[in-house]
């Protein structure tokens, strides 16, 4: 059934029994506030709510797949995470109305990530929207998994796992993006700071139709992703700067960042992935939550 597959199919199951709960036994005594890993101390939370497992479990943690987290929630029914090994009492993830209330949730992470930032200095004005909506459809197309999206004016750029990246190069390094406006000019994409002979050799077999103009993609390799989830905390003042305090005095270099109404993510050379867990988790205090 895939990764996941079990809890997913455990909450349908008690969705279309109007279970009282459903119980998802793992290896880890329930969600924590990060990877033990990374923090051996890190506490079991005994209450989250939908939004939070699923917000940890898209940003790399693997306790419960969200799926299993968006059935449970969209049919009213408490889900229960507990060790297979041990009695103890576990996390129960509820509604946000069963859990109000503001607080960091813990720390996630992803490694293994290749970051590609799309330079668009070189493009008409008119026609980057255009650019970066083929873009992303491409990696769509080929169901190619985007983390950190970001968009500027002058650029755009995303991670994808390492994993995928030999793909990913695949399709992007020479791909063509003709305008179709009725002017001749056409773009190429172009993956690094060096074109290669694939890119090249388009340019060259095009330019007898029109302009080229070239979209050099920097590579930035050996990327993690780094998250801090937070319950209706995260938009207070002073967060972020709080987070990247503990980055600069740690000595983590931060490359790029991002967030979402549940988290805010950085992207951190993979080497420095458990200090900067570490590091937020210290920060944050999440020892202490329960």
């Known amino acids: 059934m895939g990764r996941g597959g079990s809890d997913t199919t455990g ?18 005594d329930g969600v924590k506030t990060a990877d033990p890993d990374a923090v051996k101390e890190a506490p079991t939370l005994r209450k989250v709510t939908y939004d939070e497992v699923a917000e940890i479990a ?12 968006e059935i449970a929630m969209n049919y009213g029914i408490p889900l ?16 946000r109305e069963n859990f109000p209330g503001r607080r960091v949730t813990g720390v996630t992470h992803t490694g293994k990530l290749v970051y590609l930032q799309f330079d668009l200095n070189g493009a008409i004005e008119s026609d980057r929207v255009m650019l970066e909506s083929r873009i992303y459809e491409t990696m769509a197309k080929y169901g190619i998994n985007l983390f950190m999206l970001n968009l500027s004016p002058s650029s755009t750029g995303f991670a994808v796992p390492r994993s ?13 993006i003709p305008v179709s406006d009725g002017d001749k000019r056409v773009y190429v994409v172009q993956i690094g700071a060096k074109a290669s002979r694939v890119v090249e050799t388009q340019a060259n077999l095009l330019s007898s139709l029109g302009e080229v103009r070239k979209i050099p993609a920097l590579l930035t390799e050996g990327c993690s992703m780094v998250s801090l989830v937070g319950h209706e905390y995260l938009q207070q003042p002073g967060v972020f700067l709080n987070v990247l305090t ?25 080497a420095d992935t458990n200090r900067a867990v570490k590091l937020l988790h210290d920060r944050f205090h999440l020892a202490e939550v329960r």
């Open 11 to 28: 909450a349908a199951i008690g969705a279309a029994l109007n279970a009282e709960a459903v119980e998802i036994f793992t290896d880890v």
């Open 58 to 69: 898209h940003l790399g943690a693997k306790v419960v797949h969200p799926r299993a987290a």
């Open 80 to 95: 229960w995470v507990k060790n297979t090994f041990s009695d103890d009492e576990g996390t129960e993830i509820v509604t």
């Open 164 to 176: 995928q990246y030999p793909t990913v190069e695949g399709i992007l390094d020479g791909l063509v």
């Open 246 to 270: 503990a980055m600069m005095d740690g000595q983590v270099t931060v490359l790029q960042t991002s967030d979402s109404d549940f988290s805010l993510s950085l992207l951190v050379p993979e």
